[in-house]
């Protein structure tokens, strides 16, 4: 459709995914895109996001359809500002067969200027970007050479133009070991991709996984969503963005979190791009209504966690009591810090769900001088009674 590509979304989140070194710019609403500038189908309604190296055209309600534009291919581009109708912008492009094509982008309220000036703005980068890149390819001069000739040293005016050929040489050794860091941490993003892609199977380890799953939260989000390059979106993409960093992190953390643990993760992963309780708050309650596989809920105590489905207050304290009713070499009774271990979540979540299982008369426990331990309550049932003979 319009001879453009199709972008690749989160298949568990719906979130764009970003290409490497790619960052979120700018997002207009219900746009249209057609091939004429005076009729266009009000079928083709989409969301537009503008990133630092395309401009994505979103079908949120059939994200297949959805159409991406590389800035690289866009030839020109011109904005009209209509007082009594649609405004619109008209691109014309580069196709992949090498012809130009001519896009048409319909809007009515006041966004499309403002993608126009953002569009503008990030066109201009590429170009210094691409001119910088070409530049530094240069073979630099040859340094000036202090040559001492009878025991007198260079002029003052040569030892001041080689002063200033070291400092100059310095600020290029930074950006180039800036530059090495920027291809370092592509790497280890393409490296998470393929290692993303192999994690189901069976050449990867358990343990190959596991340190996968870490080397990814430790290299954070590279593309954080804002305010600004969400726009009305920014709560949606926030809620989508917590949930891919946090699937992962719950998958090997017992299923749960407490949601302090999490703001706490989730913000470490954002850098400086930090965001607020209320925001979290804010996204968290989208879950559902977005198909996202987490929830947030609030134990009777007023812990507030964030779960995976599958790993709700009942689900962990069925799991609990499993664990409760198996037997060790001396018998029965854990502690805080077993259930803990067992179910690999913290203390504070073990405390939680064995003081839940104690209210509903589920165990009970023996406080002990150094410690207290917690047991199934044998006389509940039968087949709990039969444990103790078994």
Request: net charge negative.
């Amino acid at each position: 459709m319009f001879g453009l590509s199709v972008p690749r979304f989160d298949p568990k989140t719906q979130a764009l995914e970003l290409e490497e070194n790619e960052r979120r710019v700018f997002t207009v609403d219900s746009v249209y895109i057609s091939e004429d500038k005076k009729s266009y189908d009000k079928a083709n309604n989409f969301k537009v996001i503008l990133t630092s190296s395309r401009v994505v055209f979103v079908r949120e309600d059939e994200l297949n359809r959805s159409l991406s534009l590389y800035i690289d291919m866009i030839i020109d581009y011109l904005f009209k500002q209509k007082a009594f109708s649609k405004s619109y912008i008209q691109v014309t492009h580069t196709l992949v067969s090498g012809s130009n094509a001519t896009l048409f982008i319909h809007q009515k309220s006041k966004g499309l200027n403002e993608l126009s000036e953002k569009l503008k703005e990030e066109k201009l980068r590429r170009a210094k970007a691409l001119a910088a890149s070409q530049a530094s390819t240069t073979i630099p001069d040859e340094p000036t050479k202090f040559e001492f000739k009878g025991g007198k040293s260079l002029s003052a005016q040569q030892a001041e133009d080689h002063l200033k050929s070291v400092v100059a040489g310095s600020f290029d050794d930074i950006d180039s070991l800036m530059q090495g860091a920027r291809e370092l941490l592509g790497l280890a993003q393409d490296y998470t991709r393929v290692l993303s892609r192999n994690l189901d199977t069976s050449q990867i380890s358990q343990s190959e996984k596991e340190d996968y799953l870490v080397f990814a939260n430790e290299l954070g989000i590279d593309s954080a969503v804002t305010r600004e390059s969400a726009g009305t979106d920014y709560e949606k993409e926030l809620s989508r963005e917590f949930a891919t960093l946090m699937f992962p992190i719950l998958e090997r953390s017992g299923g749960t979190m407490t949601l302090v643990d999490a703001y706490a993760t989730y913000n470490r992963a954002r850098g400086i791009n930090l965001i607020s309780p209320d925001d979290l708050i804010k996204c968290t309650k989208l879950f559902p209504s977005l198909n996202i596989s987490l929830r947030v809920s609030s134990l009777k105590s007023g812990v507030s966690v964030v779960h995976l489905l599958s790993h709700g207050e009942e689900q962990m304290k069925e799991k609990t009591l499993a664990y409760l009713r198996t037997k060790k070499e001396t018998g029965f009774g854990y502690s805080i810090l077993d259930v803990a271990a067992h179910l690999n979540i913290s203390s504070v979540l073990a405390k939680q769900y064995l003081l839940s299982c104690e209210e509903n008369n589920l165990i009970c426990r023996d406080e002990v001088s150094d410690t207290t331990l917690f047991y199934p309550n044998f006389f509940l049932n039968k087949a709990d009674l039969a444990l103790l003979t078994s």
